[in-house]
């Protein structure tokens, strides 16, 4: 098949799983042309059946605001021509699903035009935070409609989106994955060191996210500061930036956690981190899926997170990892000193927790729902009013 697949190129779950999808797409035969303003962080080295086309987004004097959709739009547009687009997978609903479906529109109105048709996938924020926004809830609800085909990452957000938008179509859940090649680094104590130090008994928490109020980043200090009471050697590393990332320092510096908590900042490679963590905390006010945890799990680090949106799906509460209301700061505290403390418990829900991410989400798991997905949607007749 020829697939285009529209993305956001900057950090963030939605595009990791768009540009997970177009490698393994590309792995198994398919032309795949990324669409975006950049080169998606994880795209490394050329790759055969996987291309990547740059949307340029001119400014004019006139415009206070960049016309993105529009130029997005032209670009998948002039792709689609080119190359004999099958689907355009809008990955994220705002703006890719409008995008892709005046694109499409577009093309069907050019006579003799192959008319590709179009897939959204949803992501989470966009439907529950922005996408229901009242500024956008119309035409995301229309544009999501208006897919060939849709699909969302949880149940949860499946559910979520038919409570907060007007929308009608059939959304169909295939949920995140990760290459089944994701795995814990081997030891590394150097690293391990240069964070957690020389002794032994000092335990390494992690948090990794982009730091948006959603992910409640001063709960982490809060809870860190709890697990510190019952734990004074454990350490806190936090990876990734955004809007909070100061909120939390600043928290840290309050509770006198300076010198135990560290910042690095946006980080391509988080691999070599997770490997060398003992504890992943994520309590997010909402999370229609958690990539994030997925892949603490994946590297053997057990989750303690808030039990809300698609994380229920993800992690087997008291099995692969722990669950509790995202205001419960003490349970999730207790949980976490728990596992810190009890290494057969550990090592017990860090093995559950692999084999859950290897026989359930891992590429060879989903990659083949989205295309049975794309076959379906194929065999059915366009959406075009
Ligand atoms: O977390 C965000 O705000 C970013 C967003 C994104 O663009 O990746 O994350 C959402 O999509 C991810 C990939 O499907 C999910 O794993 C995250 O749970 C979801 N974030 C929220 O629902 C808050």
Redesign the pocket.
């Known amino acids: 098949m020829n697939v285009g697949i529209v993305c956001?190129a900057s950090v963030?779950?939605?595009?990791?799983?768009a540009t997970e999808l177009a490698k393994a797409l590309a792995d198994r035969g398919h032309q795949v042309r990324l669409i975006s303003p950049e080169m998606p962080f994880r795209v490394s080295t050329p790759r055969v059946g996987l291309a990547f086309h740059a949307v340029q987004t001119p400014g004019y004097p006139l415009f206070r605001e960049p016309q993105y959709l529009l130029s997005l739009a032209n670009k998948v547009v002039q792709v689609s021509r080119e190359y004999q687009l099958d689907i355009i997978h809008a990955h994220?609903a705002i703006p890719h699903a409008a995008a892709a479906y005046l694109a499409r529109q577009i093309l069907a109105n050019t006579p003799g035009t192959k008319v590709p048709h179009v897939i959204t996938t949803l992501?989470?924020?966009d439907v529950?935070?922005i996408g229901s926004d009242s500024s956008y809830s119309e035409t995301a609800a229309f544009c999501i409609d208006q897919s060939d085909g849709v699909t969302a990452?949880s149940e949860s957000l499946r559910d979520d989106t038919y409570r907060e938008l007007p929308v009608r179509a059939k959304i169909h859940v295939i949920p995140?994955f990760l290459d089944c090649d994701y795995h814990r680094r081997s030891e590394n104590p150097v690293l391990r060191a240069r964070f957690a130090g020389e002794d032994p008994q000092t335990r390494l928490i992690i948090h990794v996210s982009?730091f948006?109020p959603?992910?409640r980043a001063t709960s982490v200090i809060d809870i860190f500061d709890r697990i510190r009471q019952r734990v004074p050697s454990s350490r806190l590393l936090l990876v990734g930036d955004g809007p909070d990332l100061d909120t939390a320092c600043r928290r840290a510096r309050e509770l006198g956690l300076a010198e135990a908590v560290e910042s690095l900042g946006e980080q391509e490679e988080v691999v070599p981190l997770l490997s060398v963590a003992d504890l992943f905390l994520l309590p997010?006010e909402?999370?229609?899926?958690?990539?994030?945890a997925l892949e603490a799990m994946a590297c053997q680090v057990p989750v303690v997170a808030s039990r809300v949106?698609?994380l229920p799906e993800v992690i087997d509460d008291g099995v692969t990892g722990f669950l509790h209301p995202p205001d419960d700061l003490d349970a999730m505290a207790s949980s976490a000193v728990a596992l810190l403390t009890d290494p057969a418990r550990h090592q017990a829900v860090t093995e559950a927790a692999l084999a859950a991410v290897l026989q359930r989400f891992c590429a060879n798991a989903i990659v083949p729902l989205y295309v049975e997905f794309y076959s379906r949607v194929l065999a059915r007749e366009r959406n075009i009013a």
């Open positions: 956001y963030g779950g939605s595009g990791i799983v994220y992501h989470g924020t529950t935070l990452v995140n982009n948006r959603v992910k997010s909402q999370e229609s899926f958690g990539l994030a949106g698609g």
